[in-house]
């Protein structure tokens, strides 16, 4: 319906006579609804929607000729005569549109107080028509968008304890239409927003918390199910996740706007969702449960996005204590299942249509209102299990546990925990995709922000034997991913020593003799295949020619790295030659993206090592034996201004470039000089203001630039210039034309640049193979020391 469509202001006016003209027609077309008068009964319904809005605004006589004939129970009592899903939509539709647009306060009090607004919601609908759906949700929505705390009472009956409207509303939970689910949720969550302790109340008991319990086994389903279809391939996971995310949104906004039923809502979570699917896959990879790869990607999804919740906690004790009690144990072992009233499919129809009686009788309990309803053995055993599991009867429940780990009263029976277990265990295996997820969820762990969650998973300061104990046994665990063959993804790798060093840091943590002996051995490993590699010609020039760039992202900047895979963790693609993919998150391809990657674990691991013996103070100063002496100009930005070194050549030059990636600054003053460098190739003007600063046009490594004379114009020299990047699969180049105004210039400038790279490359292979010298006489010394030490005296 278009409102005010066939009225305008440069048209004829809503005139009194005109509404009162198309109600009566309204009633003499509806005496005999058929064929021939649907149509204009639906044109009828529109116009007096449309006149009552127009008059709510403009004229208030329009709205007391509504209220002196009721217009509002006329409209009803055509719906409920009527068969023609048109006349049904329309009359639908048309008090949704009124409860949205009316802004006079009397007059939406009026027709939310009026008989009619319950009799629209409880209305026997043909609920298998799709479009009627739709309506009726949008009908219910313009309702709750306009209760509030003084006009709740219009929709909560207190007497009965029944509120019709969020009833309704939540049978529509699970509707497979997502715009309904949608609605539902937005319902539901404005409903949950209004401050009244009566309706608080409600929410809290039974029959409501029923809506938490179908709502966790639905849970349960849509994860199984995007779990089997991401598995297979069969779907967007970047979708399908993304609907998951939704989800989560929705669970975070009822912890808001409504803390009371948080304890319940984490009950069912737990119960329902969390443990049958997520846990119960570790512990048991039965049909109904989650795979290892999902559960770990869901985890730390919950965890980074939604760490301020109980339920995450709660989850991360659940996975990471070290031990449970032995009732938990028994909760997570032998869990509860889904109620009999549950159902995955969406059916307007359930269990509980058929005992209203019950709950209405449930419900008047909680506000000590006498009825009568005869007890049914079915109904009462499901509404003993559901109020015991969300811990309204009893502390017989997995919070209750929880919160006693957190108290740590010492008081209860303890088993260890078999999750725990089953998670390190899968530390040792050679998946890929596996590990990566499982590590992943180890550093957000490491990130939580609650102290007393980590504390208590042994993930804090290692201050007594049992935490030094297993965090040796963690670490060692860790470093023997470095001897996989073939070496895992750099994401991987990556991860796997940002672990290992944030326990280092975490605190001066006594390292076993094992877990030093391995250390070496992974080391001596490294750097034996590092010293093959470079011996082969193919590799050596690639691995001179980047290992600055490598050294600086992978073993400066590794604290600083995310990895973060998110959907790609499920797809082959990461095994597969893609240029759209980074190469931290795939297996190389060709020998200049296999030399990047070794490079990358060889510095990585160098940095583990040196800040390992660093703590055991057996060498300080290893890991600065690749630092040298820093030239000024390496950190020169173009565009940026500086003042040029003493003693620098430049040469006066003028300037054109094609370019693939970057563009040259402007020459502003026209007068451009190559500045002669060790290190970088470099092209400045001078500042016109300050005469002995310069500004910078351009700026690389001389490592990457080629230059040579043209033959048609001796002063002229064309660079190539290559644009460096640790991930490029496409080489990217920019040339730069260089005119001299003296052809022995143009020759000098490429001599210099010929002979320097010569140099650079020389003393880059020489820093190399020192490293590697360094580190293998390193690892020889302490096997000799370790051979002597076993020997008998």
């Not at 020459?667 to 290190?679: I, K, L, V």
Request: glycine fraction near 2%.
């Amino acid at each position: 319906m278009n409102k005010g469509n066939k009225k305008q202001n440069g048209s004829s006016e809503y005139t009194l006579e005109q509404y009162k003209q198309h109600y009566q027609e309204l009633l003499q077309y509806s005496n005999i609804i058929d064929n021939k008068s649907k149509q204009l009964i639906c044109e009828k319904v529109e116009l007096i929607c449309e006149f009552s809005i127009w008059g709510d605004q403009n004229n208030s006589d329009f709205f007391d000729y509504f209220f002196e004939e009721n217009i509002a129970e006329k409209l009803l009592k055509i719906m409920q005569r009527s068969s023609f899903k048109e006349i049904i939509i329309g009359i639908i539709q048309s008090f949704a549109i009124l409860l949205a647009n009316l802004t006079n306060k009397e007059n939406v009090n009026y027709l939310l107080s009026h008989p009619v607004i319950q009799d629209l919601i409880m209305y026997n609908y043909d609920f298998t028509d799709e479009e009627i759906v739709d309506y009726y949700i949008s009908l219910l929505k313009s309702l709750a968008l306009r209760i509030d705390v003084d006009n709740v009472q219009l929709f909560f009956n207190q007497r009965m304890s029944v509120f019709p409207l969020l009833w309704q509303a939540t049978k529509f939970y699970n509707h497979k239409e997502i715009m309904v689910r949608t609605a539902v949720r937005t319902i539901i969550l404005g409903i949950m927003k209004i401050q009244n302790p009566v309706l608080k109340k409600y929410l809290t008991r039974f029959p409501f918390i029923l809506f938490f319990v179908h709502f966790s086994c639905y849970l349960k389903h849509v994860w199984l199910e995007a779990n089997k279809e991401v598995l297979e391939g069969n779907v967007d996971v970047k979708e399908k996740m993304d609907d998951l995310v939704d989800v989560f949104y929705f669970l975070n906004d009822i912890y808001a706007f409504c803390p009371e039923i948080s304890n319940i809502l984490d009950n069912s979570l737990l119960t329902y969702t969390v443990i049958p699917a997520m846990l119960g896959g570790i512990l048991f990879q039965k049909k109904e449960t989650l795979s290892i790869s999902f559960t770990l990607h869901l985890t730390t999804h919950l965890i980074n996005n939604f760490n301020t919740t109980n339920l995450s906690k709660n989850i991360l004790l659940l996975l990471f204590s070290p031990s449970l009690q032995k009732k938990l144990c028994h909760l997570l072992e032998f869990n509860v299942g889904q109620p009999r009233s549950y159902l995955y499919s969406w059916s307007f129809k359930n269990f509980w249509d058929q005992h209203q009686d019950v709950l209405v009788s449930q419900a008047n309990q909680l506000f000590d209102i006498q009825t009568y309803a005869q007890k049914e053995e079915a109904c009462d055993t499901e509404i003993e299990l559901i109020n015991r599991v969300l811990g309204i009867t009893d502390n017989d429940h997995v919070l209750f546990y929880c919160k006693q780990l957190l108290l740590n009263n010492g008081q209860e029976e303890m088993s260890q925990n078999k999750i725990r277990n089953n998670l390190m265990i899968y530390l040792q295996t050679k998946d890929d995709n596996l590990l990566f997820l499982l590590l992943n969820l180890i550093k957000s762990v490491l990130l939580f922000k609650d102290k007393d969650i980590l504390r208590i998973c042994l993930f804090q300061e290692a201050n007594t034997n049992i935490i030094i104990k297993e965090r040796n046994q963690i670490i060692y665990q860790l470093l023997d991913i470095f001897l996989i063959d073939p070496s895992l993804r750099l994401c991987t790798i990556i991860l796997t020593c940002q672990i290992i060093i944030h326990f280092i840091n975490l605190d001066k943590l006594i390292l076993e003799r094992e877990t030093i002996n391995k250390l070496y051995e992974v080391y001596n490993y490294t750097i034996i295949k590092m010293s093959q590699m470079i011996k082969q010609n193919q590799y050596h020039e690639v691995v001179v020619s980047q290992y600055e760039i490598i050294y600086n992202k992978y073993n400066l900047n590794l604290k600083i790295l995310k990895p973060n895979l998110d959907y790609l963790a499920f797809s082959p693609i990461i095994d597969k030659y893609d240029g759209n993919v980074d190469i931290m998150y795939r297996q190389p391809v060709g020998l200049k993206e296999i030399a990047i990657k070794d490079l990358a674990i060889f510095f990585m691991i160098d940095l583990v090592f040196f800040q390992i013996i660093s703590q055991e103070k057996i060498n300080q100063n290893g890991n600065s034996q690749i630092l040298q002496k820093i030239n000024i100009t390496n950190s020169w930005i173009i565009g940026q201004n500086y003042e040029p070194p003493d003693g620098c050549q430049l040469l006066s030059c003028r300037i054109s470039a094609k370019t693939i990636k970057d563009k040259l600054q402007a020459c502003t003053s026209g007068e451009c000089f190559w500045m002669e460098d060790d290190e970088n190739f470099i092209i400045m003007e001078t500042q016109i203001v300050k005469k002995e600063w310069a500004h910078i046009i351009y700026h690389a490594k001389i490592k990457d630039v080629e230059a040579m004379i043209d033959r048609g114009e001796p002063r002229k020299l064309n660079v190539n210039i290559k644009i460096s990047s640790s991930n490029s699969i496409k080489e990217q180049y920019q040339d730069v034309q260089l005119l001299f105004d003296d052809c022995t210039y143009a020759q000098k400038t490429k001599k210099h640049i010929d002979d320097t790279r010569k140099s650079n490359s020389k003393k880059s292979s020489q820093i190399i193979e020192n490293k590697l010298a360094q580190g293998l006489e390193l690892c020889n010394d302490y096997f000799k020391l370790l051979k002597q030490q076993e020997q008998p005296q």
